[in-house]
């Protein structure tokens, strides 16, 4: 048994956020992360003769996040802002996507309206179920599931409202050689603090008392603190006992976990397509069909010919179980769908494949948090430390405007350290 002053569980962006601000105050500190490669939901894989790597996890950055800037600019990371023309496609052809802008301003009215929150579903029910606004019901039901990867009949729409406020026409960035770059230098800051990031550590218990844990892997390290940070994702937290990748806490803390499972967690698939030619208009930016996977992006205002699919929200139930090689071939088939070429056409052109099912992933069970209208508060609940020995941190616990980024990651990361200082 190793005796360490503060043990954090996860070494994603919350994790080694609060791992830096701890050492940087003379904090003994050792992360404990599952797989052999920190990051987290950030998962890059390098592209030869690319700009960017394959981002199979987190891609963008969303508006205004302002600590990501911060620790950007003091990297000497640069970023740019995405580019390029929305399309629709329909029956294998690409037309210029028109705005259903026209029933925002009654949509955001009705929402002002509401005295009691309700789910998005519900609240569509309620104002708009006359025959005119079908095909807009259609358009906000689309939009959630696919950015926010929540279910409509769960989602709050009062939570919806604030992001819609925030969001009107924001800009979107990516990374120059991506999120794994900034992950790099945390994570070598943090080396060079004396932070010990053991990996291959899958915890599996936590016995605890007030001033007091020990975690236990399945490898049978043992680690013991005065306190620690779990950081892993919602969806472990979520898992029932004894199922693999669990974790189990001893005593257990049934309101936190009470919390938990009434939070919303998304699930994502996303599959990335490198072929040897470009075969889309030269200033597309995304592609929107109503295809197995619906969404797609190019890399503008880089012109590399690679295609990134894009599926989420209760839509990815249908393939939870299906492999690489399965969700390649769906794919294939949505953009045979899309841009009229045959499969065969298209795989004579392909050069690479990837793809990520992260409900399939033992460490993440889904990809980012939503709020439900069961427990619109659950953030903080979860957040709150218990008995200043044990603290819960990442995009799940993070109150605030940038629900689910990694910036929510970065920011709940920091909070987190800062609570434990003055505990």
């Known amino acids: 048994m190793t005796n360490e002053r503060i043990l954090i569980i996860g070494a994603g962006a919350a994790g080694l956020m609060a791992a830096r601000m701890l050492a940087q105050s003379g904090k003994h500190v050792t992360v404990l992360e599952a797989k052999e490669l920190t990051g987290g939901r950030i998962l890059d894989y390098s592209s030869k003769g690319n700009s960017q790597p394959f981002m199979l996890g987190a891609e963008f950055i969303h508006g205004n996040a302002e600590l990501t800037f911060s620790l950007l600019d003091?990297?000497?990371?640069?970023?740019?802002?995405?580019?390029?023309?929305?399309?629709?496609?329909?029956?294998?052809k690409?037309?210029?996507?028109?705005?259903?802008?026209?029933?925002?301003?009654?949509?955001?009215e009705k929402l002002e309206l509401l005295q009691e929150d309700v789910s998005l579903a519900k609240f569509l029910d309620l104002y708009f179920s006359d025959k005119k606004y079908n095909a807009f019901r259609a358009s906000v039901l689309r939009f959630v599931e696919g950015y926010d990867a929540a279910d409509a009949n769960k989602v709050s729409s009062l939570s919806l409202k604030k992001e819609w406020e925030l969001d009107d026409?924001?800009?979107?960035?990516?990374?120059?050689?991506?999120?794994?770059?900034?992950?790099?230098?945390?994570?070598?800051?943090?080396?060079?603090?004396?932070?010990?990031?053991?990996?291959?550590?899958?915890?599996?218990?936590?016995?605890?008392?007030?001033?007091f844990v020990e975690a236990i892997a399945v490898d049978g390290s043992r680690y013991a603190g005065r306190k620690v940070i779990i950081t892993v994702?919602?969806?472990?937290?979520?898992?029932?006992?004894?199922d693999l990748g669990s974790i189990t806490l001893n005593p257990p803390l049934p309101i936190r976990m009470g919390a938990v499972r009434f939070m919303g967690f998304g699930s994502v698939i996303k599959v990335i397509l490198q072929f040897k030619k470009a075969f889309w208009p030269e200033d597309a930016g995304f592609i929107f069909a109503k295809e197995a996977i619906p969404?797609?992006?190019?890399?503008?205002?880089?012109?590399?010919?690679?295609?990134?699919?894009?599926?989420?929200?209760p839509g990815t139930e249908k393939y939870k179980d299906a492999d690489e090689t399965a969700l390649v071939q769906i794919a294939l088939k949505s953009l045979s769908g899309i841009f009229s070429k045959s499969i065969t056409e298209l795989k004579a052109d392909?050069?690479?494949?990837?793809?990520?099912?992260?409900?399939?992933?033992?460490?993440?069970?889904?990809?980012?948090?939503?709020?439900?209208?069961?427990?619109?508060?659950?953030?903080?609940?979860?957040?709150?430390?218990?008995?200043?020995?044990?603290y819960f941190s990442g995009e799940a616990t993070y109150n605030g405007p940038h629900v689910g980024t990694v910036e929510a990651a970065l920011v709940s990361g920091k909070e987190v350290a800062e609570r434990v200082m003055l505990g």
């Open 169 to 211: 026409e924001q800009q979107q960035f990516r990374i120059e050689g991506g999120y794994s770059r900034l992950i790099k230098y945390l994570e070598e800051d943090n080396i060079a603090k004396g932070v010990s990031i053991l990996t291959g550590k899958v915890i599996s218990h936590f016995n605890w008392s007030r001033g």
């Open 295 to 313: 969404v797609w992006w190019t890399q503008a205002p880089n012109s590399e010919p690679v295609l990134t699919g894009w599926l989420a929200g």
């Open 350 to 390: 392909l050069l690479v494949s990837f793809s990520c099912n992260w409900v399939n992933n033992p460490f993440s069970k889904g990809a980012y948090t939503y709020i439900t209208v069961e427990e619109p508060n659950a953030a903080v609940v979860l957040s709150n430390p218990v008995q200043g020995t044990l």
């Open 74 to 92: 003091e990297a000497g990371i640069a970023f740019k802002s995405i580019s390029g023309k929305n399309y629709n496609a329909v029956k294998g």
């Open 94 to 108: 690409l037309t210029e996507f028109e705005s259903d802008r026209d029933f925002w301003p009654e949509l955001m």
């Open 233 to 242: 994702p919602l969806g472990v937290l979520q898992m029932k006992e004894g």
